[in-house]
């Protein structure tokens, strides 16, 4: 580790990673005994942003040029669900493009224009970008793989699974010199259930070995368990946030909490939390298309602060965003844990 993210007469952080002065923070509302907060900006991306938008949710940004890019779930008055990229000087204040990614592919089979694109992840993986995003096949869900240097030109690769699945997040280096990626195998329906897996592959294409990470639990996570961001490698292990889903007499409530993995075999969860990081309780997350819904989907951090800020998807309608310190998160879920 560079002598440029040393605590000056500490230790290393506890992030392995760079440095991202101008990530989008703020400070812990005085009162406010939870581990991870919201912020006061929320929803940082309104719903019509987009002339055409009925909705923009479950979106990925990373940062780009010294500001920050993504990827972003906006589903047309259509309601079709589409890809747009997006840009932001400051991560709060966004762009973004009104008009569909459209994806540039050598193989027909893995277009589907009547399934629609939704729930995107972007991960900085060696020398470009990857998007992962559940992607249509005939009809059915599955996990698309497309990558961009530019955000503007998009390459697709072959889907990564059979169908069903969902909830396909990247690693952001090869383990035991495969490639990495977290996923959620489904049905064709509204899932009412879903463990996590991990599989790994030696090209992006061809995908295998793979291994169970984790399956529902009792309480806010007792329906099904997805993996959320990118996962973010520090001196504990993969630091996982997560959602999970239990079934209420009104239908499926949505809420998000966080694990670490083992960091060479990442199917192995050392601590998991049994209660909830943030569950829907303001009006935005309880209120709109799909009620009572926290769905993480992005994670931005600077290392030597230890800073994150996380982007969720509040009500399948708008983007919102909360904020925590790496050590109090990760002494959270060492202090509640499952495991």
């Known amino acids: ?155 697709q690769l072959e889907n990564a699974f059979l169908p069903f699945n969902r909830n396909g997040v990247l690693f952001p280096r090869r383990i035991g010199g495969q490639y990495a990626m977290l996923s959620r195998p489904s049905d064709n329906g509204h899932t009412p259930f879903g463990d996590v897996f991990y599989s790994v592959s030696p090209d992006l294409v061809h995908w295998g070995r793979h291994r169970l990470v984790m399956r529902p639990a009792d309480g806010w996570q007792s329906t099904k368990v997805g993996a959320g961001p990118i996962p973010i490698e520090t001196r504990e292990g993969w630091l996982l946030i997560y959602h999970g889903v239990l079934t209420s007499c009104n239908g499926f409530v949505y809420s998000a909490g966080a694990a670490l993995l083992d960091l060479d075999q990442p199917w192995r969860v050392i601590y998991r939390t049994a209660p909830y990081l943030i569950s829907p309780q303001t009006l935005y997350e309880c209120v709109g298309d799909v009620p009572n819904v926290v769905f993480p989907c992005a994670a931005l951090y600077d290392a030597p602060s230890g800073r994150i800020a996380i982007y969720y998807g509040a009500a399948d309608t708008v983007t919102c965003l909360a904020f925590t310190q790496v050590d109090e998160l990760i002494r959270f879920i060492k202090d509640n844990s499952l495991v």
């Open 1 to 155: 580790m560079s002598d440029s993210l040393q605590r000056p007469g500490g230790p290393p952080p506890t992030i392995i990673g760079g440095a991202l002065p101008n990530l989008p923070w703020e400070d812990r509302p005085a009162g406010c005994r939870d581990v991870l907060w919201r912020s006061t900006l929320n929803p940082v991306i309104p719903r019509n942003l987009t002339a055409t938008s009925n909705s923009i949710f479950n979106s990925a940004v990373v940062p780009f040029e010294g500001q920050f890019a993504g990827v972003f779930r906006c589903d047309d008055k259509r309601r079709r669900m589409q890809l747009h990229t997006g840009r932001s000087v400051d991560g709060l204040r966004w762009q973004i493009d009104p008009e569909p990614i459209v994806f540039h592919c050598d193989e027909p089979e893995t277009r589907d224009f009547n399934y629609g694109r939704y729930d995107p992840r972007v991960c900085w993986l060696e020398d470009r970008f990857y998007v992962t995003w559940c992607n249509g096949y005939q009809g059915y869900p599955t996990i698309g793989v497309a990558y961009t240097y530019d955000f503007k030109e998009f390459y």
